[in-house]
């Protein structure tokens, strides 16, 4: 079963516009994490959030956490149609010994 | 370079057969994975393994075996394929856990159709 569940399945947006992605997850963590995937390739990773942290930011990136909701954000602002992607959250879990990985949200930036 | 490398990018094959995808990484880390991807169900992590003496099941192992030859090699093998093990597979790597999990670093995958 997935720990993580990412909304919106799908987001398409215009270039310069943000997008924001959201994340929800079950159990108790110690981080969490934020993956890109271009079509056809690996993932790779954006952003890491610990349990301590509220907030993160990373040039155009911006991930908030809020562990009483057990749910985190990520907001791209200023989107680039080079952003148009697949973005996955993933948490390691109590354990912190392996990643659960959502189902991802696909957004498409037009220019 | 990449930095983890699987190998073969795209394999097409009967079922019936066995199959063998291997990932080998130059990053030094320890801890190595393998995943598959589904269309709409993210990633799942078949094996992992922390260390060269260390194999352990994922969510989804069944009709998978896996092995760690090397700290950087790190193999996925199907022995007798079926078509609802057709997927994109990728192999990821991490530093050990510091803390909460690392990162982890993938390859570019490998997708295989089994008719």
């Known amino acids: 079963s997935q720990q993580g569940e990412e909304d919106p399945q799908a987001l398409s947006i215009q270039e310069g516009e943000n997008a924001t992605m959201n994340c929800s997850y079950k159990?108790?963590?110690?981080?969490l994490q934020w993956y890109r995937q271009n079509s056809g390739r690996g993932l790779v990773h954006l952003i890491l959030?610990?349990?301590?942290?509220r907030e993160k930011h990373s040039g155009r990136l911006r991930v908030t956490l809020d562990t009483s909701k057990k749910s985190s954000s990520l907001l791209i602002t200023a989107s680039r149609a080079a952003d148009t992607a697949s973005y996955f959250c993933?948490?390691?879990?109590?354990?912190?010994?392996?990643?659960?990985f959502g189902a991802g949200t696909i957004l498409r930036v037009k220019s | 370079d990449a930095d983890v490398t699987q190998t073969p990018r795209n394999r097409i094959t009967k079922t019936g057969k066995r199959i063998m995808l291997e990932c080998s990484q130059t990053?030094?880390?320890?801890?190595m994975y393998w995943y598959r991807q589904d269309p709409g169900l993210g990633l799942r992590l078949i094996y992992y393994?922390?260390?060269?003496?260390?194999?352990n099941k994922g969510e989804i192992s069944d009709g998978y075996s896996v092995s760690r030859q090397a700290q950087a090699k790190f193999s996925l093998s199907l022995e007798s394929a079926i078509p609802n093990q057709t997927a994109l597979y990728f192999c990821?790597?991490?530093?050990?856990?510091?803390?909460?999990?690392?990162?982890?670093?993938f390859g570019d995958g490998t997708r295989l159709s089994i008719l």
């Open positions: 990821a790597t991490s530093d050990r856990t510091l803390g909460g999990h690392q990162p982890q670093h």
């Open positions: 159990t108790s963590i110690n981080n």
């Open positions: 959030i610990r349990s301590n942290e």
């Open positions: 993933a948490t390691d879990g109590e354990y912190g010994n392996k990643l659960v």
């Open positions: 990053k030094g880390h320890d801890r």
């Open positions: 393994s922390f260390d060269v003496k260390d194999i």
